[in-house]
Structures are given as C-alpha cells and as structure tokens.
C-alpha cells in the first residue's frame, strides 16, 4: 500500500523532515550526498540490540552514538566501494556468516533468527544488506592491497626452526580492539570510552562496536598465539599484565591496539614446521591487510563530508 510522504524543506542544507503515517521522519546525518534519517538509526538501534543484547546496559544517548557511528562508519564504505563497482550478495559466504551470527548469541537456526530479528522491528534482508557491505570491503581492500603485503618468509621459517627447538613455549589466548582516532578525538577519551563500555557490557561486545579490525565479528577474539609468534613491542606490553586484564594501547600503522590476555599456558612442543608455517603466514597477510583497511578508511573518513544535524 502507498504511503503519502510529505516533504517540508526548512533549510538549504537538507535539513528537512516530513510526516510519514503517524511519525516524523527526520534527517540526522549527511556523509556526501547520503543522506541518515532517525528511521535509519533507529534501525540500526535495533540491530545492534538484537545482536548484542549487553548493550540495554549502556545510558540510552551512548547507543544512539554508536548507532550514529556505526551507520557512518557503514555508509562511508558502502560510498567508497560503488564508486568502483556495484555491491552484489555472496550468498554462502552472507550465509555462513548470518549464522555465525546467531550462534553467537544463542539461536539455534535460521527461522529462530528470523522470529528475533522481529522482536526489534528488523528484517533478515537488512541484515544480509548490512554483511554484503562488509564483505564488499573486505574483497575490496584485499584486491587493492593483497599485492602490497611483503611476507618475509625465509624469518618466519627461521622463527619456527628456532620454536622447534625449545622444550616449552609460552602460548597466549589473546582478543583484540584495533581502534583509530578522528580529528576531533584525543586517544585518552578514546580510551576512557572504550574502557567504561568494557566495564559495562564487557570485552566482546564493545569489540563489536569499537574494532575496526575483521576479529570484530568474533568479539575481537583472536585465538591461541605463540609468544614468539608476536613482535617484540606486543610482547613486552603482554609480560605486564596478568590473565584477564588489558594492555596499554600499543600504536599501530594508523590506530591503536588494545589487547586482552585471555588465557595463558606453558606447552610441551610438537610442531609439524608446515602446520605452522602456513599458520603465521596468513597470521602476518591478515595482520598487514587490517593495517591497510584501518589507513584506507581513515584517508577515505577524513576526505568525506560529515554533516550531523
């Protein structure tokens, strides 16, 4: 059924709202010529609700800033990769993820999803528009700088020959928050926001909203790495703290890192060298393509035009 949408402009910056049914639409944000209405962000609200609950734990003016980050943060992409190409749907690759998705917040299948995803007054088709986006950049960023990852192969080699030796190894169950600051933010306010949302809705979920980093998706969760996998700089900052807490923000090309030692443990070796070999090889391609995606979209960030209204 038609709608009639009535448009009053009130400014020559497209400040405008209108009535649409019984509410007002709204505009909220302007990156170039896209325009964010508060429908926008609402559902954005509701997306990030569904899928981290922990977040009805924060002050209701810090969800609509992270909503409103979020969907700039999405929009700038979205920008940026259609003026190359357009964004199609992989539909495996959306589906292994949407279910990754679920999964991670204790959903069982497909149509329980859907029947959540109602709750918040969201569809499944917003959400897999959302994934194609990321995963538009992610091919995009791989295409435009997988030439430029420098692996230094014969060091790596050498590492694991040197590991293969030792008895022991120290290995270490690490989450990472790769976050960058904007012109208008200072790294200690960066930090005091990051630390008071882990203090209150815990190291995951504020992953999913600060990281810029693909381990995001996962809670920054990292995995299992050996000491002497990591570079000296991380290493030191790691010796200081004990498990559970965090690290000071290490900097990184374009941003900062924040880790959290998870878990640690000192293990017998058994090391088949290839195993590993190929394991630190796409450690250090993944590690060096997220230093590219952070510096790019920072340089695309700055070079936008953000109008918030």
């Not at 007054?121 to 194609?132: F, H, Q, T």
């Not at 002497?228 to 807490?245: A, P, R």
Request: glycine share 4%; proline share 1%.
């Amino acid at each position: 059924m038609k709608k009639n949408i009535v448009i009053i402009i009130i400014s020559i910056f497209f400040c405008f709202k209108f009535s649409f049914v019984n509410s007002e639409i709204f505009i909220k944000a302007k990156i170039d010529n896209q325009i964010l209405t508060n429908y926008d962000i609402n559902n954005e609200k509701n997306y990030l609700l569904a899928l981290n609950p922990n977040l009805r734990n924060l002050s209701e003016k810090d969800i609509d800033r992270y909503a409103m980050d979020s969907l700039i943060n999405e929009n700038i992409k979205k920008i940026e990769i259609e003026k190359k190409f357009e964004i199609l749907q992989n539909k495996d690759i959306i589906k292994k993820i949407i279910a990754d998705l679920y999964s991670g917040i204790g959903i069982s299948g497909i149509n329980e999803f859907k029947d959540h995803l109602k709750n918040y007054n969201i569809d499944l088709e917003l959400v897999e528009n959302k994934i194609s986006i990321e995963v538009a950049w992610n091919d995009y960023i791989f295409n435009k700088f997988n030439r430029s990852v420098v692996i230094d192969e014969g060091k790596i080699r050498n590492k694991i020959k040197e590991l293969s030796k030792k008895n022991k190894v120290e290995n270490i169950l690490l989450s990472e928050i790769i976050f960058t600051i904007n012109e208008n933010e200072n790294l200690e306010n960066k930090l005091d926001k990051i630390k008071n949302s882990i203090d209150k809705i815990g190291f995951e979920e504020t992953a999913k909203i600060y990281s810029v980093s693909e381990s995001k998706k996962n809670g920054g969760k990292i995995g299992w790495v050996y000491k002497t996998q990591l570079s000296n700089k991380i290493s030191k900052q790691i010796e200081k703290v004990n498990v559970g807490e965090l690290t000071n923000a290490i900097t990184t090309p374009g941003g900062f890192i924040l880790l959290k030692v998870v878990d640690r443990k000192n293990e017998l070796l058994e090391i088949n060298e290839d195993d590993q070999f190929n394991k630190a090889v796409n450690f250090e391609k993944n590690r060096q393509l997220t230093m590219y995606s952070t510096l790019y979209y920072k340089r695309v960030y700055n070079k936008s035009v953000i109008n918030e209204f």
